[in-house]
């Protein structure tokens, strides 16, 4: 009997499961995980929901907001901290990845 094996290249990334939903009071620090599978040399993205402003994308901060950063435990798990929140902050967020078609994922 013949070896078989899969080959991961053939595997897209997609999201492993739901962003969860946060509350935070003003003044409070924010974190949204977006935990994804398969990302291989796509790249993870945090989008404003409502204005469609980029937040970050991947390990850099686009935002020109000094309270926003990124940060990655692994290649699955992907975090955008907002410190010290204020009203302007309220809405909802988007994880995306670069796939074609873009794929994403949002906590409102």
């Given at each position: 009997?013949?070896?078989s ?36 040399g ?15 994308i ?30 302007d ?19 409102l």
């Open positions: 009997m013949g070896k094996f899969v080959d991961v290249s053939t595997f897209q990334p997609d999201f492993a499961e739901p962003i969860i939903n946060i509350s935070v009071a003003i003044g409070r620090d924010a974190t949204f995980t977006c935990h994804v599978r398969h990302l291989g796509y790249r993870v993205g945090w989008v404003k929901a409502d204005t469609k402003a980029i937040q970050a991947h390990e850099n901060v686009i935002t020109h907001n000094p309270r926003v950063s990124v940060s990655h435990a692994d290649q699955n798990t992907w975090n955008l901290h907002i410190k010290q929140v204020t009203e902050d309220r809405g909802g967020y988007m994880c995306q990845l670069n796939t074609d078609p873009m794929k994403s994922q949002a906590v």
